[in-house]
């Protein structure tokens, strides 16, 4: 008897048609969400099946788990174009961050001790800039417009740290000429990269950026619990957290507790026990997107947006997100009168978004399809009161 040949994809089929039925929540939802946390998928799920059966089956295989971590850091490295060396692995963007931020020099009032911060970053962005204050930091919230960021950074600028795309408005922001200018002030710069790593190719090296933060839970289809920090090599010694634990320890096995020696790699800024959970998860979600393929994605989410603008646009509605497709990411923002009414009224017509500073966020991503941006323009017009 012969074998079943295994089914071939339809590789002519859309992206969402060859793919939507790896994510349940869309036979019962609109789910436009993905700014927030992605659609769970068939292969996250089995993967925390997979963490629980290890677990049971094997006690506690922690050089196993350490490999899954290995794996995770691999995976990650290769989505943003950087080596493993390079990438820590952590427990949110914050922890990466604030592990940056307690290795930086910034008690000198006549050295570098001044953070220039766009007014577009998360707040745990600014939150984790402003506790440096208390460590002798000064810090500049400006406009990330050309002029201002000229003005703003100088010769005691440590850092200058900037989102890709804004979790509130949408705009994706044009990041060389920034690193340009920032290096040629002899300033690094941090990338906060969560709203966009899985949902459009990244490459750190043709961006230039010296440090990058992103997490799992958005466009990489994962979950709570796991996120990277990457730092460029040569400045990774550079760099010594006071924020900081075990697994950043040059050989953790050593278990040594007389001294302080960091890592030779971007290790260094990691801290205790890793998530193991949230690994296996993590590492299922950017698998599952390198398989899908992120630049499809960004192709695929940029003619859904254009479409969805489309719609707006006959709607009246007013876009908080520039018009140019090349300054936005997968988020478009929309304004709204009361944008926690529109969430919830959506809510009830099974149209899952969200809302921040007073738009509304709908974010596609690769297994939204064109039905979907159809469904959420007429359960707008049928809200069209709460649009500003
Ligand atoms: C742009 C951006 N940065 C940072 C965060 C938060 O990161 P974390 O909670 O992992 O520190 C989010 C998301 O929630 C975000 O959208």
Same mark, same amino acid.
């Not at 006959?314 to 944008?339: E, Q, V």
């Given at each position: 008897?012969?074998?079943?040949?295994?089914?071939?994809?339809?590789?002519?089929?859309?992206?969402?048609?060859?793919?939507?039925?790896?994510?349940?929540?869309?036979?019962?939802?609109?789910?436009?969400?993905?700014?927030?946390?992605?659609?769970?998928?068939?292969?996250?799920?089995?993967?925390?099946?997979?963490?629980?059966?290890?677990?049971?089956?094997?006690?506690?295989?922690?050089?196993?788990?350490?490999?899954?971590?290995?794996?995770?850091?691999?995976?990650?490295?290769?989505?943003? $174009? %950087?080596?493993?060396?390079?990438? !820590?692995?952590? &427990?949110?963007? =914050?922890?990466?961050?604030?592990?940056? @931020?307690? +290795?930086?020099?910034?008690?000198?009032?006549?050295?570098?001790?001044?953070?220039?911060?766009?007014?577009?970053?998360?707040?745990?962005?600014?939150?984790?800039?402003?506790?440096?204050?208390?460590?002798?930091?000064?810090?500049?919230?400006?406009?990330?417009?050309?002029?201002?960021?000229?003005?703003?950074?100088?010769?005691?600028?440590?850092?200058?740290?900037?989102?890709?795309?804004?979790?509130?408005?949408?705009?994706?922001?044009?990041?060389?000429?920034?690193?340009?200018?920032?290096?040629?002030? $002899? %300033?690094?710069?941090?990338?906060? !990269?969560?709203? &966009?790593?899985? =949902?459009?190719?990244?490459?750190?090296? @043709?961006? +230039?950026?010296?440090?990058?933060?992103?997490?799992?839970?958005?466009?990489?289809?994962?979950?709570?619990?796991?996120?990277?920090?990457?730092?460029?090599?040569?400045?990774?010694?550079?760099?010594?957290?006071?924020?900081?634990?075990?697994?950043?320890?040059?050989?953790?096995?050593?278990?040594?507790?007389?001294?302080?020696?960091?890592?030779?790699?971007?290790?260094?800024?990691?801290?205790?026990?890793?998530?193991?959970?949230?690994?296996?998860?993590?590492?299922?979600?950017?698998?599952?997107?390198?398989?899908?393929?992120?630049?499809?994605?960004?192709?695929?989410?940029?003619?859904?947006?254009?479409?969805?603008?489309?719609?707006?646009?006959?709607?009246?509605?007013?876009?908080?997100?520039?018009?140019?497709?090349?300054?936005?990411?997968?988020?478009?923002?929309?304004?709204?009168?009361?944008?926690?009414?529109?969430?919830?009224?959506?809510?009830?017509?099974?149209?899952?978004?969200?809302?921040?500073?007073?738009?509304?966020?709908?974010?596609?991503?690769?297994?939204?399809?064109?039905?979907?941006?159809?469904?959420?323009?007429?359960?707008?017009?049928?809200?069209?009161?709460?649009?500003?």
């Amino acid at each position: 008897m012969t074998a079943e040949p295994a089914p071939v994809p339809d590789r002519s089929a859309s992206l969402p048609d060859r793919i939507r039925h790896r994510f349940p929540v869309l036979e019962r939802l609109v789910y436009v969400n993905s700014c927030s946390q992605g659609a769970l998928s068939d292969s996250v799920r089995d993967a925390y099946a997979k963490y629980l059966e290890d677990w049971d089956e094997h006690g506690s295989p922690w050089e196993y788990w350490v490999e899954r971590a290995e794996t995770a850091r691999a995976t990650f490295a290769r989505l943003v $174009g %950087a080596v493993p060396d390079e990438v !820590a692995v952590t &427990t949110s963007l =914050s922890a990466g961050v604030s592990a940056l @931020a307690s +290795g930086l020099d910034l008690a000198s009032p006549s050295g570098r001790h001044k953070i220039v911060m766009t007014d577009y970053e998360f707040p745990t962005i600014g939150q984790i800039w402003h506790a440096q204050e208390l460590r002798g930091a000064r810090v500049e919230i400006v406009q990330p417009e050309p002029e201002r960021l000229e003005a703003a950074i100088d010769e005691q600028t440590a850092v200058v740290s900037i989102t890709h795309v804004s979790y509130r408005n949408g705009t994706k922001l044009d990041v060389e000429p920034i690193v340009r200018l920032a290096h040629d002030r $002899g %300033a690094l710069v941090l990338l906060d !990269a969560y709203q &966009t790593v899985g =949902s459009l190719p990244i490459d750190v090296d @043709a961006l +230039g950026v010296d440090f990058l933060a992103a997490g799992v839970l958005k466009y990489l289809l994962a979950s709570a619990g796991l996120a990277f920090f990457y730092c460029r090599r040569d400045l990774v010694e550079q760099i010594r957290p006071t924020a900081t634990g075990w697994f950043a320890d040059e050989d953790i096995f050593r278990m040594d507790h007389r001294d302080y020696s960091p890592a030779p790699t971007a290790r260094r800024f990691e801290s205790g026990t890793p998530p193991v959970p949230s690994i296996y998860a993590g590492v299922a979600g950017m698998e599952l997107m390198e398989e899908i393929g992120i630049a499809a994605t960004r192709e695929h989410v940029q003619e859904l947006n254009a479409h969805l603008v489309e719609g707006l646009d006959d709607l009246g509605a007013k876009l908080a997100t520039p018009r140019d497709p090349s300054r936005r990411g997968a988020l478009l923002c929309i304004r709204s009168t009361d944008s926690r009414a529109l969430v919830s009224a959506l809510a009830g017509e099974g149209v899952v978004t969200s809302e921040r500073d007073g738009n509304l966020r709908v974010s596609m991503h690769c297994y939204n399809s064109r039905e979907d941006a159809d469904a959420v323009l007429a359960a707008l017009a049928r809200h069209r009161s709460l649009l500003a």
